[in-house]
């Protein structure tokens, strides 16, 4: 029981948050994005609840651990 | 109690395994990564235990409720 506790925590934990780094600030596009695809100079992603995006730039870095993916414009 | 192990297990269980898609296959690069970013041509990556690696290429896909990063050679 406790397990199953533990396992569902995780799989709904490990999702990531998305930021658009802008003038030195970090602005939230979207939360917890499960599935992020690098495509020709835009990114997709696809959050938990099957919410799409598209943003025209790149990655700037992933954090895991503190469950962030930074985004940037080219 | 139980809730300090859940948090625990959290935050051990969200880095991901890094593969590198081969010849239609895909091959483990370095497990249990926490930060990943992209530099000229190139991709950082960093995993819970300090080890770091480089790899000449990009990211293909990520899926963070997998665990699993994909990179391809350009």
Do not use: T, W
């Not at 799989?11 to 599935?35: F, Q």
């Not at 938990?48 to 930074?70: M, P, T």
């Amino acid at each position: 029981m406790i397990l199953s506790i533990v396992r569902e925590r995780e799989a709904e934990m490990c999702e990531s948050n998305v930021y658009i780094e802008k003038d030195g600030r970090e602005e939230l596009y979207l939360e917890n994005v499960d599935i992020l695809k690098p495509e020709e100079g835009r990114i997709y992603m696809r959050n938990l609840f099957g919410e799409q995006k598209y943003f025209e730039g790149s990655i700037k870095e992933i954090s895991l651990i503190k469950h962030r993916i930074i985004l940037k414009k080219d």
